[in-house]
Structures are given as C-alpha cells and as structure tokens.
DNA sequence: AAACGGATAGTC
DNA sequence: ACTATCCGTTTA
C-alpha cells in the first residue's frame, strides 16, 4: 500500500525522501525540481530545473561506483547519511551532481545526468540545456565540488530539491518512466555496465541517453 | 612520481 | 567515428 508523505510547500524534500535504496531514489527523482536558491546570490540563483535522467550507483558491491574502491577523501561523502551532496570532478574538467541515497549505514549515489530549465533569469534562458549531459548541467548551474557534503534537507541550503506538480509517494514512484544501461561505466565490467541503473522521462529532448534498455542508439 | 579516468566539443 | 582537452585521484 503507497504511503503519502506530506511536506510544507516551498521546502526541501525531506530526509526521508533520500533515506531510500538508489534504485528508488533515482526512479522519483524524475520529473521533480532541482532548485538553486538565492542564499548565495550567484547568477544561477532561482533557478529552477525539472529532473528528467537520472543513474543509480548501489554502493561497495557496484563496481562503477566510486564507494567500490573503499573511502577515500573524494568518496567519503557517500559513506555518510542520505540526503547531502556528493560532488565530484570528472575527467578533469567537468562536476557530476549526485544525491545520497540510503538507507543509513549504507553507500551509493544517484547521479543527476540531465534536467530542463523551466524558470531563469531572461538572459540565462535556454542555457542549461544547451548541449547535454551532467557536466554540462553542473556548469549552467555553478555546482561544483565546493557543494560536496551540502546537506541538501535544510532550508538553507543554495541546492534543493522540490517535490514538483507530484506528491511525494512511498513505495514507488507514480512518474513513468524507462531506463537502460548507465553510460560510461564499461570499465567496471560487462556485468555492472550494463545493468539498467539509468532512468529517463520517455522522449525528453534533454535526456543526454545514446542507447535505450536494449543497449542501442536511440535520440531519445 | 606517474598513470589513470572520462564528459564534451570539434573535426573528419 | 575519432581525437584533444584537462587535472584531481589513486596507486606505486
């Protein structure tokens, strides 16, 4: 039986939102609001982006995922509890944005790979979803590693999450959606690779997806 | 000290 | 389809 969680209009979603496997994480992260807030007066602040592709990364046992290698500096913020930033620098130039999932005690990540822009200020229209991908997002929207450990559960923080025109539901996610294999995770083996750890909203122009759950090109 | 990883853009 | 870019992370 789906529980309804209430929260407050105009706040974050809650812990609880977050203390769940990435697997459902990732999968109602889809369609709600990523939102840059005006605590730190950037050019990016007020922004609001809706979710549309998302990966989940389950933890020590993933072998893409950064938590496999045991925690390092870098990593260490997935080794905490759900809810917090985890921000990374990839390929020596480009932010990765990831939430993290739980429950306590646990690891893993879900990784933000494209969202639209539906509110910025006029002279930004249009530039988070020029080009594709979660570095190019991070960039439209100044996150960088600086974010790491953001706690993003409290009201003051400048990234948040909103629930979006969805309540919030509990088991599983009312949004439909598809999901294939993650990209660029051919190094943690064929087995890993390939699993279908990667969500989308069907037919999003945003979504940065080369291949659908049968491993082919598709534009999405 | 040095190899490694990998998103994006630009060229072919 | 292929290559340049770029540098923190990790391992030796």
Redesign the pocket.
């Known amino acids: 039986m789906k529980q309804i969680l209430h929260y407050k209009e105009g706040r974050p979603l809650p812990r609880i939102f977050f203390d769940r496997d990435a697997r459902d994480v990732a999968t109602d992260l889809l369609g709600r609001h990523l939102v840059r807030t005006s605590a730190d007066g950037g050019q990016h602040a007020g922004a609001v982006a809706t979710i549309v592709e998302t990966e989940a990364y389950l933890g020590s046992h993933d072998f893409a995922c950064?938590a496999c290698?045991g925690r390092?500096?870098?990593?260490a913020t997935m080794f905490g509890p759900p809810g917090h930033a985890y921000v990374y620098?990839?390929?020596?130039?480009?932010h990765c944005l990831n939430t993290v999932p739980g429950p306590y005690g646990t690891t893993g990540a879900v990784l933000i790979r494209a969202v639209y822009v539906d509110h910025d200020q006029p002279s930004r229209q249009g530039a988070a979803y020029r080009?594709?991908?979660?570095?190019?997002?991070t960039r439209s929207l100044d996150v960088t590693r600086r974010h790491d450990t953001a706690d993003l559960c409290d009201m003051s923080s400048t990234i948040q999450f909103a629930s979006g025109p969805r309540p919030i539901a509990r088991p599983n996610p009312d949004q439909p959606f598809r999901c294939g294999p993650r990209?660029?995770?051919d190094?943690a083996g064929p087995e890993w690779a390939g699993k279908p750890l990667r969500f989308w909203l069907d037919g999003h122009f945003a979504v940065?997806g080369t291949r659908n759950e049968a491993g082919e090109r598709c534009a999405n």
Not at 89 to 94: A, C, F, N, W
């Open positions: 950064h290698r390092t500096p870098r990593t620098l990839v390929s020596g130039m480009y080009g594709t991908g979660p570095g190019r997002l990209i660029g995770d190094s940065s």
